[in-house]
């Protein structure tokens, strides 16, 4: 009896229009959100410092995804055990505590346009982490385009270090520069050791575990978050909540859910689309007016992402003679196994028959 032998691929297959729209949904939200909380921070820093304005974000944040984990994990009891949880608390510590510690502190003394070009090192950071712990290769169109990208990233900070008028002081300064660079490399190495956990749990669920391991490494701010709430107006109490809310609970979920269906690579190259947000945002609502460079930047920013998205176009192998390569499983089946390939002469019926009855 013949066996059937199932060939496997390598390539994942592809996903369903439904889904790769909900993928493309994601990601907007998340470039959006974050593209705001740059400008947030930057609107409320003068009221709360850094460590007091993570712990504040955070806790609401935890409340407000906890009504949607919450029944969630009561019905699944999907919790994790033992080591699952080392990647979890590393992640929470080092992207939701470490990470926005260092980006408030940033803000302090960085326009947040600054601060949103400079945190755009982590999309080369995460795509060479990607291609080397995660197996997801180096694409070519990837490289090319995160390096265009990342140009037009340094021709923004470039333009926003310079001052815009003659006498004012440059908007950059090194604490902040190596604050915010900081927190890139934390959350690059975050977004590597998220991936696997979002082969087991929801994207909703990884996010809310890691917000709690971030609130809890800020504990020690609690005092400070209870007297500059008490001293802060009220618009900056709602900037916080609405930094808990939208760009944490909200836009860190639908990172996750993203993260879940695309390469970390080409997806963190997408944050390139952030610092030029985040400028629109800055300029409409704080009144950062962005530098001719700020401009240009941005534009190359767009056509970097726009390249990260090609595909390259798979390599015909040819053989010795030149001629394109057989297929491995015509290969494997013989040189016979060709269309054209010459059948062996056999034996005809008829002169068979003749030689049987002649003996």
């Not at 409340?63 to 992640?91: D, F, M, N, T």
């Not at 926003?160 to 090194?174: K, L, N």
């Not at 530098?291 to 090609?310: D, E, I, N, P, Y």
């Not at 060709?338 to 034996?347: D, M």
Request: one cysteine or more; aromatic letters at 6%.
């Amino acid at each position: 009896m013949a066996s059937t032998t199932r060939v496997s691929s390598s390539v994942p297959p592809p996903l369903p229009s439904r889904t790769r729209a909900l993928g493309v949904a994601a990601m907007v939200t998340t470039v959006v959100l974050w593209a705001s909380a740059f400008v947030g921070i930057r609107a409320i820093g003068p009221h709360f410092s850094p460590g007091s304005l993570t712990l504040g974000r955070l806790a609401v944040a935890a409340v407000a995804l906890s009504l949607l984990v919450l029944p969630q994990l009561l019905k699944s009891r999907l919790l994790p055990k033992g080591r699952e949880w080392s990647p979890i608390l590393a992640y929470g510590a080092m992207w939701f505590g470490g990470y926005n510690v260092a980006l408030n502190a940033a803000e302090h003394v960085l326009d947040a346009g600054t601060s949103a070009l400079l945190i755009n090192v982590n999309p080369i950071l995460v795509a060479v982490m990607a291609g080397i712990f995660l197996k997801e290769g180096f694409p070519r169109w990837l490289i090319i385009g995160s390096l265009v990208a990342f140009a037009g990233v340094a021709l923004i900070a470039w333009g926003s270090g310079q001052p815009s008028r003659s006498g004012e002081s440059p908007t950059a300064d090194v604490a902040g520069v190596l604050l915010c660079l900081l927190a890139a490399v934390l959350a690059a190495v975050s977004v590597i050791i998220q991936k696997p956990v979002l082969r087991k749990f929801p994207a909703a669920q990884a996010t809310w575990f890691g917000i709690l391991v971030g609130a809890l490494c800020c504990l020690p701010f609690t005092g400070q978050l209870v007297a500059e709430v008490q001293a802060a107006p009220p618009g900056a109490t709602m900037g916080l909540v609405y930094l808990g809310v939208f760009p944490t609970a909200i836009a860190f979920t639908t990172w996750a859910y993203a993260l879940s269906l695309i390469d970390a690579g080409k997806l963190a190259a997408t944050t390139y689309l952030v610092p030029g947000t985040t400028i629109l945002i800055s300029w409409l609502l704080l009144g950062e007016i962005p530098t001719a460079l700020g401009m240009v930047g941005g534009l190359v920013c767009l056509v970097g992402v726009g390249l990260t998205r090609r595909r390259s176009r798979p390599r015909t192998r040819h053989d010795v003679a030149g001629q394109p390569a057989r297929p491995a499983a015509e290969q494997a089946a013989g040189p016979t196994a060709g269309p054209t390939a010459r059948q062996a002469p056999g034996p005809v019926p008829g002169r068979e028959a003749k030689r049987s009855t002649s003996r």
